[in-house]
């Protein structure tokens, strides 16, 4: 299976969805990417509702498409960049799927297997990167593919840096509350639909993966980052300030995801049940 197939692909849909649709823009130039990066990032939430549920995240482009676009929801990584990518690649651009492994959260000397989806592409003769699935940290930008240098975006700096023990790999790292955090590295080994499909499934079934424990959301607004793990809800600005608040049992998580994530939030007694417990502990 391709795994940026627009085939079945509604391109007019997803960008009526990231709010870019009737936009006189053109196609496979720098500032339309740009444009998108933020757009998606701000419409459309991370969310792991599905897995939290023990629902079944599809990766085909028919399942992401319904989801998304049409049903309100958001996704992990995977679900975010397929369909960045699928869009990218209805638009012109020639874009492929990299691997990633996360650093962010991740104790001194614990390796973890590349479980993060990342997209590289050139465009006018630049090779950038773009990822729009990193939750809270994701960036607003493209970033072009260039060690050591500090990378402005519509929220925080970014940098990539060359990582010294390797050859061909790179350290994405964000700057925030004035300090350097290392979020993933990768590299440019170009990477099939069975690649993720692996990895998705690892996420979504071990019993050590958080997501399976913890409800967890983020979305960008134009002047701010939502960010959600159970019952903890977080406000943070791009000078460094951070909002923090403890909700008060599934109503308001519920509330929550719906009004500052834009979730449309699944139906059935099991959703309520899950938040209900995860707010008590």
């Known amino acids: 299976m391709t795994l940026f197939d627009t085939a079945e692909f509604d391109l007019n849909a997803y960008l009526t969805r990231i709010g870019l649709a009737g936009e006189d823009r053109p196609r496979g130039d720098l500032d339309t990417l740009r444009a998108i990066a933020l757009r998606h990032a701000c ?9 939290l549920l023990r629902r ?62 990342v997209l590289h592409l050139v465009v006018d003769g630049t090779s950038l990167v773009i990822d729009c699935g990193f939750g809270g940290s994701t960036p607003t930008a493209p970033l072009r593919l260039q060690a050591g240098v500090e990378q402005a975006t519509p929220h925080e700096p970014f940098r990539l840096s060359h990582l010294s023990n390797t050859s061909g790999e790179f ?15 990768f590299d440019l080994q170009p990477q099939v639909l069975a690649d993720y499909e692996m990895s998705n499934w690892y996420l979504c079934n071990h019993p050590e993966s958080h997501f399976l424990a913890s409800v967890v959301a983020a979305r960008v607004a134009p002047d701010r980052r939502y960010a959600l793990r159970n019952a903890d809800l977080s406000v943070h600005y791009p000078n460094g300030v951070s909002e923090r608040r403890e909700l008060a049992g599934h109503g308001e998580i519920r509330q929550a995801l719906e009004e500052l994530f834009h979730v449309t939030v699944p139906t059935g007694p099991e959703v309520d049940e899950a938040f209900a417990r995860l707010a008590k502990a």
């Not at 419409?43 to 897995?51: K, S, W, Y």
């Not at 599809?58 to 960045?84: M, P, T, Y």
């Not at 690649?89 to 020639?94: E, F, I, M, R, V």
Request: aromatic share 8%.
């Open 171 to 185: 350290l994405l790292e964000a700057r925030l509350a004035g300090e350097w955090k290392a979020l993933y590295t």
């Open 56 to 117: 079944p995240v599809r990766l085909d482009i028919a399942s992401i498409q319904r989801k998304i676009v049409h049903s309100g929801r958001g996704g992990w990584c995977f679900e975010h960049n397929i369909l960045l990518g699928t869009a990218l690649t209805a638009l012109g651009y020639d874009v492929t799927g990299l691997s990633a492994r996360v650093l962010w959260a991740t104790p001194p000397g614990i390796v973890r297997s590349r479980t993060h989806m």
């Open 43 to 51: 419409a459309i939430p991370f969310e792991n509702l599905d897995p």
